[in-house]
C-alpha cells in the first residue's frame, strides 16, 4: 500500500484495557502483540488515523516515538486485517468491483483449489472411487438444498432497483436444482429418504453458513461469491466430465447431473456475479476494499469444501451415507 498517496482510515475501535492494545470491528476483535512501541503510545499514534492525514505527515507528527518502517510495517499488517483502509476516495462502478474481485478469484483459485489432490486425481477419472462420485453428488445436493439459507437474505437489497430484481430472478432460477441431484442418486439406488437422513460434511455446512453470514450482512460481497458457487467456467463442470469418462456411473445419473450443469450454462450461471453487480452503480472505495480482502477467506471454504469431500468419499471405509 503506497500511504504516501493514500490517507489511511482506521476501520475499528481502538482500546486499552488491561495493558493491552484491542481493535474491535463489526465481526471480530484483535489483541495487538509485539509492537514497536509501548500500547498506549500506539494508541495516540494509532487514533490519529482519521482520513486526513499521509504517512509522511503522521510520522512527522510522531517521530519521537516510533521510526518510520515500524509505522509502515505495522500499518501494512493492519491493513491486512481489514483494520485500516485505504482512504483513496476513487468511486467505482459494481461492473469494475467484480472484474476486480475476478482477478483476485483467478488468483487464489488457482493458488488454493486447483492445486488440491482432488484435481491431479481429475485426470485419471476411472481411478477415483465410486464413493466419490456419489459423494459429490450427495454434497452438492446439502449444498444447494440450503440455497434458500444463503440466498433468501440478500432478495431485500435495497442498494439497486436492478439488482434487487436480477436476485429474485436468480432465486427463482435456483429454486430445485437440488432435487435433480435426488434424481440422479435415484438412479444409483438411493431414496430421498435415504439421502435427505444424511448429515453434510462440517466443510459444507460451513460453506453455508459462511455465505449465509455474507448474505444477511455483506450482500455485496455474497453477489461476488456467486460466481464461484454456481459455477466459475462457461463449460460442462471438470468433476461431471470425469464421472462421465469414469464408466463407473449409471448413464442416468450421469445424464441428470450432466444436465444440471447444461442448465447452470443456459441460464448463464457463471457470469451470475457480474449480472448482479452491474446493477450497482456506484460502490465506494471501502466497500470495494473489503469485497477484494474477503475473496481468499471464501476461495479458502470452497478449497476446503472439495478438500474434505475428497478426502472422506474417496477413502471407501468410509460410509457414502453420513447418518446420525
Not at 500500500?1 to 488491561?18: A, G, I, T
Not at 461469491?225 to 463407473?248: F, P, Q, R, W, Y
Amino acid at each position: 500500500m503506497n500511504y504516501e498517496k493514500h490517507r489511511p482510515l482506521l476501520n475499528c475501535v481502538l482500546s486499552v484495557q488491561d495493558d493491552n492494545l484491542l481493535a474491535k470491528t463489526a465481526f471480530d476483535e484483535f489483541k495487538f502483540q509485539d509492537l514497536p512501541v509501548d500500547n498506549h503510545s500506539a494508541y495516540q499514534i494509532l487514533s490519529d488515523l482519521n482520513g486526513t492525514m499521509t504517512l509522511s505527515e503522521l510520522f512527522g507528527k510522531w517521530q519521537s516515538k516510533i521510526d518510520k518502517e515500524d509505522l509502515v510495517l505495522l500499518l501494512v499488517a493492519m491493513q491486512e486485517s481489514g483494520l485500516i483502509l485505504k482512504n483513496n476516495a476513487v468511486y467505482i462502478s459494481g461492473k469494475e468491483c467484480m472484474l476486480k474481485i475476478e482477478d483476485e478469484q483467478h488468483a487464489w483459485l488457482h493458488t488454493l483449489l486447483y492445486q488440491n489432490p482432488l484435481w491431479s486425481a481429475l485426470s485419471q477419472p476411472s481411478n477415483i472411487s465410486k464413493n466419490f462420485y456419489l459423494g459429490i453428488a450427495i454434497e452438492t445436493y446439502h449444498l444447494l438444498s440450503n440455497g434458500v439459507v444463503f440466498d433468501s437474505p440478500a432478495l431485500p437489497f435495497y442498494g439497486a432497483e436492478k439488482t434487487r430484481k436480477e436476485m429474485s430472478e436468480v432465486f427463482c432460477e435456483e429454486n430445485g436444482h437440488g432435487e435433480i441431484f435426488l434424481s440422479a442418486l435415484a438412479a444409483e439406488g438411493f431414496s430421498k429418504k435415504n439421502i435427505k437422513s444424511t448429515v453434510p460434511l462440517a466443510e459444507t455446512k460451513g460453506l453455508i453458513n459462511a455465505l449465509a453470514f455474507w448474505s444477511a450482512n455483506d450482500p455485496l460481497f455474497f453477489f461476488s461469491c456467486m460466481e464461484i458457487i454456481e459455477g466459475k467456467d462457461n463449460e460442462v463442470d471438470t468433476v461431471v466430465l470425469a464421472m462421465e469418462a469414469s464408466g463407473k456411473m449409471s448413464p442416468e445419473f450421469v445424464r441428470k447431473i450432466k444436465a444440471h450443469s447444461l442448465l447452470n450454462i443456459e441460464e448463464a450461471h457463471a457470469s451470475f456475479g457480474r449480472r448482479l453487480l452491474s446493477g450497482i452503480e456506484v460502490i465506494n472505495p471501502y466497500d470495494a476494499e473489503r469485497a477484494i480482502r474477503q475473496t481468499k477467506l471464501f476461495v479458502e471454504l470452497y478449497h476446503a469444501f472439495y478438500l474434505a469431500v475428497w478426502n472422506y468419499y474417496s477413502d471407501e471405509s468410509n460410509p457414502v451415507l453420513r447418518t446420525i
